[in-house]
C-alpha cells in the first residue's frame, strides 16, 4: 500500500519540477548524419597502449589507397613502421647529442616519407607482438629505449662504441621481434621494398599540406613541432584553399591523412568533434549571469553535456584566429587519423567521416564526425595523393 501512495506524490512532484524548466529549454534529438560522400577504408585497429597513431592512421591510409587503385583489401603491419622509424630516431637522437623529441610519437611522413627505402610488410608476417602482451603496450619499451640511448650519448668511453646501434636493435627484435628479410606474396619471395614496389606504393606519389601564416602561402616548411623529427616539408595554403583541398580529395574518391589536436572539450570520446561557442545563448542557455559565474571546469562540463546531446553553435573560424591557436601552445600535434568521408547533420552542418585507432570504442564504434569548423581550427596538417590536388592549387605550388 505504500508504493501505491506514492505513485500519486511522485506524478505530482514530477508536474512541479517540468513546470520549473526555462522555456528556452527544449528536448534535444540527438545527431542525425546523412552520408554525402563516402569512400572504402579497412577494418577498425587498435593502438591501444602506444603513442603510434601516426603509424596506424598513415597504414589506414595507404590501404585504402590500395582499395582505390583495385588492390584490394590488405592488412599491412603497422609495427613494421614504428620499429624502423625507431631505429632512425636513435641514430638522429645520437648524432644532435640528444637534442631531438625522442619519444612514440611520430609524422606522417614517417610512413609514405619512408616507402621507397623500407617498403611494407603485411601484418601476418610482423605484429609487433613480443613481449608477452596481447595488445600493443609501450610504456616499458619506451622507458628502455630512452635510457639505452641516453647512456649512449653520455658517451663516458669519450668516443662511441661501434656495438651500440647493434644493441638498440637488439632491444627492437626483443620486443617487437627480429626482422623479417622476405615476404612470399603468390610463391615468390619479395623484399619489404619490393612488396611496397609491387604494390604501386610510392613515397613521391604524396604531399603533405598545412595552413600557418608565419611562413608564406604557397611555400614548404617544416612544421615545428615535436614530433616532426625528420624536419619533413609541408606546402602551406590559405584555409580557405586547404579546406577546398581536403574536400575535392574526398570527392574524387581518395582519403585524407590528419594530424589534429584532440585534447579540445569539443572532441568527445563519444565520437564527436566540434568547436562549441562558448559565449552563444544557445549553448549556455538564456541565464548568462548564472554562466558567468560558473568556474572554467564547471563550463567545461556544462559544455560537454550540451554537446553530447546534440548539434551546438560553434565558434567562426578564420587563419587569424587558428594561428592564434598553434602560437599559443593551444593548438598541438596530438593525434593522428584518417579522414574517409563527409557528412551533414539535420540542421546541414558539414562533419567529415574520420576513422581512428582506439579500437570500437564510442557511440559510433572506433569513428567519428567532425565538423569543418573543428578541422579549420585545430588541423596541424594533412596528407594526400598528389592527384587529389585542385588543378589551380597543384600549378600554385608548382607541383607536377
Not at 602561402?217 to 613541432?225: C, K, N
Not at 549556455?284 to 564547471?298: H, K, P, R, V, Y
Not at 574520420?354 to 570500437?360: D, R
Not at 557511440?363 to 585545430?378: A, H, M, P, Q
Amino acid at each position: 500500500m505504500r508504493k501505491l501512495f506514492m505513485l500519486p506524490i511522485a506524478w505530482l512532484l514530477a508536474l512541479s519540477i517540468q513546470a520549473q524548466v526555462p522555456t528556452d529549454t527544449v528536448k534535444t534529438e540527438g545527431y542525425k548524419f546523412t552520408v554525402v560522400k563516402k569512400n572504402p577504408i579497412t577494418s577498425i585497429k587498435n593502438q591501444a597502449s602506444s603513442g603510434t597513431c601516426w603509424s596506424f592512421s598513415g597504414i589506414a591510409f595507404l590501404e585504402s589507397e590500395l582499395i582505390k587503385a583495385g588492390k584490394g583489401q590488405l592488412d599491412l603491419s603497422e609495427m613494421y613502421i614504428v620499429r624502423r622509424n625507431y631505429e632512425d630516431k636513435a641514430q638522429k637522437y645520437v648524432r644532435l647529442s640528444g637534442n631531438l623529441n625522442f619519444a612514440q610519437g611520430g609524422s606522417f611522413e614517417d610512413v609514405v616519407g619512408t616507402l621507397n627505402e623500407y617498403g611494407l610488410l603485411p601484418e601476418e608476417s610482423y605484429a609487433g607482438l613480443n613481449y608477452g602482451e596481447a595488445k600493443h603496450k609501450h610504456g616499458e619499451l619506451e622507458n628502455v629505449l630512452t635510457a639505452y640511448v641516453k647512456a649512449v650519448i653520455e658517451n663516458k668511453n669519450k668516443t662511441l662504441s661501434t656495438a651500440w646501434y647493434n644493441g638498440f636493435k637488439g632491444i627492437l627484435d626483443a620486443y617487437l621481434g627480429v626482422l623479417p628479410t622476405t615476404v612470399t606474396v603468390g610463391g615468390k619471395a619479395l623484399t619489404p621494398q619490393a612488396y611496397a614496389q609491387s604494390l604501386g606504393l610510392k613515397a613521391e606519389n604524396y604531399v603533405s599540406l598545412t595552413s600557418f601564416t608565419h611562413h608564406p602561402f604557397y611555400s614548404q616548411f617544416a612544421i615545428e613541432v615535436p614530433d616532426n623529427w625528420r624536419w619533413a616539408q609541408s606546402y602551406n595554403l590559405p584555409l580557405d584553399e586547404f579546406i577546398q583541398t581536403i574536400d575535392n580529395a574526398l570527392e574524387n574518391g581518395y582519403t585524407v591523412l590528419w594530424g589534429s589536436d584532440v585534447s579540445e572539450t569539443g572532441f568527445t570520446r563519444n565520437g564527436i568533434g566540434v568547436i562549441p561557442d562558448e559565449n552563444a545563448t544557445e549553448n549556455i542557455g538564456s541565464d548568462q549571469a548564472n554562466w558567468l559565474g560558473l568556474s572554467q571546469a564547471e563550463k567545461t562540463n556544462a559544455l560537454r553535456k550540451k554537446i553530447e546531446e546534440g548539434p551546438v553553435k560553434e565558434r567562426i573560424i578564420d587563419q587569424s584566429i587558428r594561428q592564434k591557436g598553434y602560437d599559443n601552445y593551444e593548438t598541438t600535434d596530438d593525434h593522428g587519423m584518417q579522414i574517409y568521408g563527409i557528412a551533414k547533420d539535420q540542421n546541414g552542418t558539414k562533419y567529415y567521416m574520420v576513422k581512428n585507432s582506439w579500437g570500437e570504442t564510442g557511440k559510433y564504434k572506433g569513428f567519428w564526425y567532425v565538423s569543418e569548423t573543428f578541422v579549420r581550427y585545430k588541423t596541424m596538417n594533412v596528407t594526400i595523393n598528389k592527384n587529389a590536388l585542385p588543378k589551380e592549387i597543384k600549378k600554385k605550388l608548382n607541383i607536377q
